[in-house]
């Protein structure tokens, strides 16, 4: 697993790097909050390719089960992804989370790392 630490205004976070795998399956989320525990960040940057492919397939359940992890320990999560993702039942998905404070989606990364350093 391949990240970034990234610190801003005295907030860290972790952020997957732009183009590679991060999350393949769904007990990858539980690494990654292991390692979230080691940088002492609840804060998480990713990007579309970190995310499976099926991610945004609501009927897989992948979404679902990952972002149940993340919740459960705290972990706020930032996304990055385009709007060709934005469709369907993952783009109701989406704008339901806006009330939540562990998930939101951003199409551009300054808008995704200001959300999550706030």
Same mark, same amino acid.
């Given at each position: 697993?391949?990240?970034?630490?990234?610190?801003?205004?005295?907030?860290?976070?972790?952020?997957?790097?732009a183009g590679q795998?991060?999350?393949?399956?769904?007990?990858?989320? &539980?690494? $990654?909050?292991?390692?979230? @525990?080691?940088? =002492?960040?609840?804060? !998480?940057?990713?990007? +579309?390719?970190?995310?499976?492919?099926?991610?945004?397939?609501?009927?897989?359940?992948?979404a679902g089960h990952?972002?149940?992890?993340?919740?459960?320990?705290?972990?706020?999560?930032?996304?990055? &992804?385009? $709007?060709?993702?934005?469709? @369907?039942?993952? =783009?109701?998905?989406? !704008?339901?989370?806006? +009330?939540?404070?562990?998930?939101?989606?951003?199409?551009?990364?300054?808008?995704?790392?200001?959300?999550?350093?706030q």
């Amino acid at each position: 697993m391949q990240f970034h630490v990234r610190t801003k205004d005295l907030t860290t976070y972790l952020e997957g790097i732009a183009g590679q795998p991060f999350i393949q399956q769904e007990h990858d989320a &539980l690494d $990654i909050i292991a390692i979230c @525990g080691e940088y =002492e960040s609840q804060r !998480l940057l990713l990007h +579309r390719e970190n995310f499976p492919d099926n991610f945004s397939d609501l009927k897989t359940g992948c979404a679902g089960h990952i972002l149940q992890k993340f919740m459960n320990y705290q972990i706020k999560v930032a996304a990055v &992804l385009p $709007i060709t993702v934005m469709r @369907g039942r993952f =783009e109701e998905m989406a !704008l339901e989370t806006k +009330r939540n404070h562990y998930f939101r989606v951003f199409h551009s990364k300054e808008e995704a790392e200001a959300w999550l350093i706030q």
